[in-house]
């Protein structure tokens, strides 16, 4: 049961009416006449500055770029700076980046209606917004210099921070014209810059501002905040989702020297302590009896066996589950009976095993609500911290660090670990800092996975060799339950990938099924979503599809692109082709393998040489095209092609999250197998020239490997691949 709302509990200052929208949003109710931005700020205490909420000038006419979306290792503040560099015309080497603050109506990602960092969509969802920004500040410091010189704001130019009329040769830089430009009203349609003469967007210029700091141990992670009077925490979890705690013994623990307090709290027993090896300790010499009469306790080979069962239309499915269209086409009665293919395909549980284990510091009471981590979604970490502490959601301070690596796991409906530590923290009251460490066991073994998954694929082809009838049947959880902005219809993370295929479209007839089981196992996204699994089954699938017509995969792809009118796969994988030397021998004993795969408004192709080595894949060169539309970095755009690349390697090979009879087998790296830096491949990547507005980056590199990989080895034995990890433990 929520906390009641009461004036006590609230941050000085609120009106009746924030009063009354508080009781809402803790209340779970719907207030009307406001917008969920509104709602969600209510209690802010940020300001805004002249030039707008995303740019801030000083005195001395240094540049800074308020980012809205958090650092977690992809690069992403260069190219958000860069937009606005680009339309204010300021000096690059003069710009710098700074973390927005927490405010939903101020920072809201455009493509989900909350703050957060998420599905590709940083450099995208700000294109518009950053470049109107820069345009308008720009024309902000025209119009003053127009009006302190006299002259007509048509004849001034802006270079490098500099503002400059040429026909009276008058210049001057953003710092002397501050005071007049921060008067001026900035335009309401402000004009952007023909793209054609960018400068900066889309050259090698725009590289991270945040290497330095990194390198040299500056940049501030969660891990490194050590704040007065700070206590550190760890909880015990249970062995099996779903338990709870019946009771517990802290006799021992509260022995350890250094240990505070033990206390329960709603998923488990925390351990307080003044160190954080005093609290692990702590831990380790507390008994915890649970409660499992709710836990989920089967094992993953069981559940997996299900999943292929109800596939094939065996045994009963559970009460109120079903199958749900996602693609239908045309009759099975019509299509040509000719060729059949048919395969299954297994994915298992994978972990995001980020490098930075997941952690927050939280001051609750004594006039204070702040979270400091890094948050990938600041509005879920307000609403969820608002509803335990019963306080408005804007007054909830967020300060979003650095995080040493997410890939989504950082961002959930419940967010599990910034609660934990908000609870902790509001137990220990006063404001006094508590900082919750996840060990890596914790995270290994805490959930959130990329679902288990079973794909079954049946293949009519026609006289021709393509495919007439396609049949499919997807078997897989959820990833948006328990969303607070729930869709209509089905989850489409679960089916994205495949529906919307181009050999889909190209195919006459279409039975295409999704069955979403609710499992006891949370499952969250995990980069690339559901391209993780639909990738590899519809790239690898037309392989096999392609051998058993006779033809080449690249003409076969070619062909059922120009079916599906599907020009862009066709272009990325004709700039793969012409790049790899496709047409030309391999290098004596590597096989090249191709794959091409549209997620998050991308479309990529790879082509991938692997061998053989001890009987296990070797990858060595990967070609890489992407159409991405306009590169803002280059050099990034590169980059998060290497790191999602290799991410993907590393989960095809290895990547796998079992569970005995309810329990999670890998707890560390030494049983999470990881891709090491021996076994990653050389990675090209080549960029298909656009105009088009900024699409996704940081995802769609990672689900092309493994089937490149797959259809190399395919090439190689002959064998299909279908189940990963491809090395089996």
């Known amino acids: 049961m929520n906390a009641p709302v009461t004036p006590e509990t609230l941050n000085t200052g609120t009106t009746r009416r924030e009063l009354v929208v508080a009781t809402s949003v803790v209340g779970g109710a719907l207030l009307v006449g406001c917008s969920p931005a509104d709602i969600l700020s209510m209690g802010s205490k940020v300001k805004i500055g002249a030039f707008g909420p995303f740019i801030r000038i000083a005195a001395d006419g240094g540049v800074t770029v308020i980012c809205k979306h958090i650092e977690i290792g992809q690069g992403s503040h260069a190219g958000l700076a860069a937009i606005v560099a680009e339309e204010l015309d300021a000096d690059w080497s003069k710009v710098s980046v700074e973390q927005a603050p927490a405010n939903a109506k101020l920072y809201a990602n455009a493509a989900m209606g909350v703050q957060g960092t998420g599905g590709s969509s940083g450099i995208s969802n700000s294109w518009p917004q950053l470049r109107l920004a820069g345009a308008a500040a720009r024309a902000m410091f025209v ?112 022995k350890v020297p250094g240990v505070v307090k033990v206390f329960q709290i709603p998923t488990g027993v925390a351990v307080v302590a003044e160190t954080t090896y005093a609290a692990i300790a702590g831990r380790a010499a507390l008994k915890v009896t649970w409660d499992e009469s709710k836990a989920w306790t089967e094992s993953s080979d069981k559940t997996a066996a299900n999943y292929r069962d109800w596939a094939e239309g065996k045994g009963t499915l559970p009460a109120k589950l079903a199958w749900a269209a996602f693609d239908t086409r045309g009759s099975a009665d019509s299509a040509p009976q000719g060729k059949v293919f048919e395969a299954t395909y ?80 509001k137990k220990i009251g006063k404001g006094q800092p508590v900082k919750l460490v996840w060990t890596r066991e914790d995270d290994m073994t805490g959930g959130y996975y990329r679902p288990l998954t079973h794909h079954r694929v049946k293949v009519a082809l026609d006289n021709d060799g393509f495919p007439a009838a396609w049949t499919h049947r997807i078997v897989t959880q959820s990833v948006m339950k328990g969303s607070p902005m729930p869709t209509k219809g089905i989850d489409e993370t679960t089916v994205e990938g495949t529906k919307g295929s181009p050999y889909l479209k190209a195919t006459p007839v279409v039975d295409a099924q999704v069955l979403i089981p609710d499992l006891g196992v949370p499952v969250l996204w995990w980069r690339s979503v559901g391209a993780t699994h639909t990738a590899f089954v519809m790239e690898h699938t037309i392989d096999q599809l392609a051998r058993l017509a006779g033809q080449d995969p690249v003409a076969y792809r070619l062909a059922l692109y120009e079916k599906a009118q599907a020009t862009r796969h066709a272009a990325v994988l004709k700039l793969a082709v012409e790049k790899a030397g496709y047409g030309q021998p391999a290098p004596v004993g590597w096989t090249r393998g191709v794959a091409v795969h549209e997620c998050f408004g991308s479309v990529v192709a790879q082509i991938a040489e692997v061998r053989l080595v001890d009987g296990k894949p070797k990858v060595g060169r990967v070609v890489t095209a992407i159409d991405c539309g306009t590169a803002v970095s280059p050099n990034q755009v590169a980059a998060q092609m290497e790191g999602g690349t290799c991410l993907g390697l590393s989960a095809a090979l290895f990547g796998q ?43 769609p590199g990672t689900p092309v490997i493994g089937p490149a990989v797959a259809n190399a080895l395919l090439a190689l034995t002959g064998q299909a691949t279908n189940s990963l990890p491809m090395v089996k433990a």
Request: hydrophobic residues 40%; glycine residues 8%; aromatic residues 6%.
């Open 143 to 254: 119009t003053a210099a127009a009006g302190l010189w006299k002259v007509p704001a048509s004849e001034i130019t802006v270079k490098d921070s500099v503002v400059s009329h040429g026909p009276s040769g008058k210049t001057a830089g953003f710092a002397e014209l501050l005071p007049a430009a921060g008067k001026v009203a900035p335009p309401a349609a402000p004009v952007l810059k023909d793209p054609k003469t960018f400068t900066l967007i889309g050259t090698d210029r725009v590289r991270r501002k945040d290497s330095r700091a990194k390198s040299t141990g500056e940049a501030i992670f969660t891990q490194d905040v050590h704040l007065p009077n700070m206590l550190t925490a760890v909880v015990a979890h249970p062995e099996k989702f779903g338990s709870k705690v019946a009771s517990f013994d802290a006799t021992e623990a509260l």
């Open 346 to 425: 297994d994915f298992p549980f994978l972990a995001h095993a980020a490098m930075e284990p997941l952690n927050c510091v939280a001051e609750i009471g004594g006039g204070k609500t702040k979270l400091t981590s890094g948050s990938q979604s600041p509005t879920l970490d307000q609403i969820n911290t608002a509803k335990i502490v019963g306080t408005l959601p804007g007054a909830v301070e967020v300060e979003t660090l650095n995080a040493g690596g997410s890939f989504g796991r950082r961002a959930n409906f419940q967010s599990d670990y910034a609660a934990e530590c908000v609870h902790v923290a």
């Open 657 to 699: 999250i079992t569970l005995k009879d309810g329990v999670v087998e890998q707890k560390n790296f030494d049983t999470y197998r990881v891709l090491r830096n021996s076994e990653a491949p050389t990675v090209e990547t080549h960029i298909l020239a656009s105009s088009n507005a900024p699409s996704g980056v940081g995802e």
